[in-house]
């Protein structure tokens, strides 16, 4: 499955109705806030994170993904004991950058998705590590094996994710 080249004239533009664009990142930090209370091992997903992927590379416009992630991260943000704007600020990069990708190269792909999801993953835990560390002077530790192996639990999760979450894509 390779990832090719797309023209802008070849690019489709999903869009989602409001019940859809609203619930899912809502639904999706209740389950981010709360799953990983009762079952640890979920605490190594990040849903907000793949809801941002998922619409920035479905809508294919930097400005909606900007703005996509910043809201989905700020909301993350309020359920945390971390300082509000960490996620906002991670996610808002995600969401532009997944969203200028997405309207380049063939995202529809199992393939693409999980290299975009990769590679996006890793984007997203550098820049808020460096944001907590270093603009806000949190006591952070980086371990490679873990993040890689974050990364990937979330790619293989957005494969699916994605594939459920096409259902309610409608074309523009």
Not at 108 to 113: D, I, K, L, P, S
Not at 141 to 159: D, F, K, M, T
Request: proline share 5%; charged share 10%; glycine share 8%.
């Amino acid at each position: 499955m390779p990832i090719t080249y797309t023209s802008n004239d070849q690019v489709e533009v999903y869009r989602f109705g409001w019940p859809v664009a609203i619930g899912v990142p809502l639904v999706a930090i209740f389950f981010q806030a709360f799953l990983p209370l009762r079952f640890h091992f979920f605490s190594t997903f990040d849903l907000p994170f793949l809801v941002t992927v998922f619409f920035a590379v479905a809508r294919r416009n930097p400005a909606s993904g900007l703005f996509t992630g910043s809201v989905i991260g700020l909301l993350q943000d309020c359920l945390t004991h971390q300082p509000i704007g960490l996620y906002g600020i991670a996610l808002t990069v995600v969401g532009f950058g997944a969203s200028s990708l997405g309207a380049r190269i063939d995202v529809e792909n199992v393939g693409a998705r999980f290299l975009v999801t990769l590679f996006f993953y890793i984007v997203h835990e550098v820049v808020y590590f460096v944001v907590a560390r270093g603009m806000v002077g949190l006591t952070l530790e980086w371990s490679w094996p873990h993040e890689l192996g974050s990364a990937l639990a979330n790619a293989l999760l957005a494969v699916a994710l994605f594939a459920l979450l096409d259902r309610f894509k409608r074309r523009t």
